[in-house]
């Protein structure tokens, strides 16, 4: 926070801030207010320095639409910081082709080579370009150390099982014309069943669709779609909720929990006028709308295309008095506010949070 506000000019009281600080640590010590789990092992640490701020959030969002394999492949990018990831695969007439050559790739033994590798097989059957041919020689062993984000190695095979089920799902959405939505939503799944962070963290995902699409209704019927068993269960699955129809239809929705298709729906009118601004209104306040359309994979936070949420938590049975509580809010305030000062690895994903700036800040009984 201090550089941010030398680096553009905005006064710095230090006394003010040195003393706000110990009152901060100290909260924090007595446990009336924390950063989450990730906040605690890598804020302030060399990993944020050198990789950016991506391993201190907790959620995020992207659309898969017309550029599809940017999408998948920023989904496996946030899901390997230990970041829960909500997507909305969108219809936009996808195209494949069958892959006319091929070349050899080898496999960096990194979390950038994993996403390039994925990256690499999606063009090529998205341009019908040649295929890579993986070298996973590189890619060290189960059981080996993580250094930088901790924890052990899972060792190439579920890489290469993701290259596998792409490939095969690739070949037949070319041959059969399968949906395009179900096909999305299956490279998201697959992605998230692939990443385990450092074997102790395993991925978190929630998929959103409109309410008219029943294919996406239905892509938790196993006995219609026996092949998505094996990682359908990676992502909850809800309908977005717009027109007086939809809202006519939500029995539709509770069929389908009575059947096991575990289906939730988000109630998009309510979006626009959460926590980012209200809708333009001079009896009230005369800001922006919220332009969130996407969720976290636990279901709180609404968020755009590429956005990221940070969170923190109050504990109100710790705190003697409401003062104390006040402030423990603020605190957990200031330090996800702070986080977001922090720019991660991926500029599209900075632009958003230089607008939002949202942060969560919860309640622990």
Not at 4 to 33: S, T
Not at 210 to 217: C, I
């Amino acid at each position: 926070r201090k550089s941010h506000y030398i680096r553009n000019r905005i006064e710095w009281d230090e006394v003010y801030w040195q003393f706000y600080a110990a009152k901060m640590g100290i909260a924090l010590c007595r446990m009336q207010w924390t950063p989450p789990g990730r906040g605690l092992w890598s804020m302030g640490t060399d990993l944020v320095r050198r990789r950016g701020a991506m391993a201190l959030y907790n959620c995020a969002y992207t659309d898969i639409g017309k550029n599809w394999v940017d999408d998948v492949c920023w989904i496996m990018d946030i899901l390997m910081y230990g970041v829960g990831v909500g997507f909305g695969p969108i219809r936009t007439g996808l195209q494949l082709h069958a892959p006319e050559r091929t070349y050899r790739f080898e496999i960096p033994d990194t979390r950038e080579g994993w996403v390039e590798s994925v990256r690499r097989l999606l063009l090529a059957f998205r341009t019908g370009s040649s295929l890579p041919i993986f070298d996973y020689s590189r890619v060290r062993p189960a059981g080996a150390e993580i250094r930088t984000f901790g924890g052990i190695a899972s060792g190439p095979d579920p890489l290469k099982k993701l290259h596998e089920m792409i490939t095969d799902l690739c070949y037949k959405y070319i041959r059969d014309q399968t949906d395009e939505i179900k096909l999305k939503t299956d490279f998201a799944n697959l992605v998230g069943v692939c990443v385990i962070t450092g074997n102790v963290r395993r991925s978190a995902e929630l998929a959103c669709c409109e309410m008219g699409d029943p294919v996406f209704h239905h892509l938790k019927d196993y006995e219609r779609y026996p092949d998505r068993e094996a990682w359908g269960w990676m992502s909850n699955n809800c309908i977005r909720l717009r027109e007086d129809e939809d809202f006519e239809q939500l029995d539709m929705v509770a069929r389908a929990n009575v059947e096991g298709r575990d289906l939730g729906y988000l109630n998009m009118r309510n979006v626009p006028h959460g926590r980012i601004g209200k809708v333009d209104d001079p009896l009230r306040f005369n800001l922006r709308p919220d332009r969130a359309h996407g969720l976290n994979p636990c279901g709180e936070i609404p968020l755009e295309h590429r956005e990221v949420c940070n969170l923190s938590e109050t504990i109100p049975t710790r705190c003697p008095d409401e003062k104390s509580w006040y402030d423990a809010c603020d605190y957990a305030a200031t330090y996800c506010s702070t986080v977001t000062l922090l720019p991660t690895h991926q500029p599209e994903t900075n632009a958003v949070i230089n607008r939002n700036r949202r942060i969560g800040v919860s309640i622990v009984d």
